[in-house]
């Protein structure tokens, strides 16, 4: 069975940093590009950054570059976001996710995914 858990989420001061992970299990995750995707209360899900199987590729939405970083480690299985300078805005329920579509600054999970994780809460307030 094919299962992404995210971790890493906390209560943290605007300015400061969070790591989140992403780890696989079911599958080779190096066989897939990654996305991090977050969603606020009432707000939809939105994409935020993607990887490359390789890693030699990623993208970002706008409002997170320059302040966010996806990288991945094949050989644990495992994808990451490192986030600096975080806002109040990032507060939301972030969630990782295989094979998203990214062109740009858009990154759009792959039509028909449904392999959703529980996510990990980020909170940023002081």
């Known amino acids: 069975q094919v299962q992404l858990v995210e971790s890493g989420g906390g209560l943290v001061q605007p300015g400061g940093s969070l790591r989140l992970s992403c780890a696989a299990s079911?599958?080779?995750?190096?066989?897939?590009?990654v996305g991090w995707f977050r969603q606020a209360p009432g707000r939809e899900r939105e994409g935020i950054s993607c990887i490359s199987d390789s890693g030699r590729t990623t993208h970002y939405e706008g409002s997170v570059e320059g302040r966010f970083t996806i990288s991945r480690d094949n050989g644990k299985n495992m994808a990451y976001l490192q986030m600096n300078s975080l806002k109040p805005e990032d507060t939301a329920l972030y969630y990782c996710?295989?094979?998203?579509?990214?062109?740009?600054?858009?990154?759009?999970?792959?039509?028909?995914?449904?392999?959703w994780g529980q996510g990990t809460q980020v909170t940023v307030s002081s």
């Open positions: 996710a295989t094979d998203p579509v990214c062109m740009g600054r858009r990154v759009d999970p792959r039509p028909g995914y449904n392999s």
């Open positions: 079911g599958l080779a995750l190096s066989n897939h590009a």
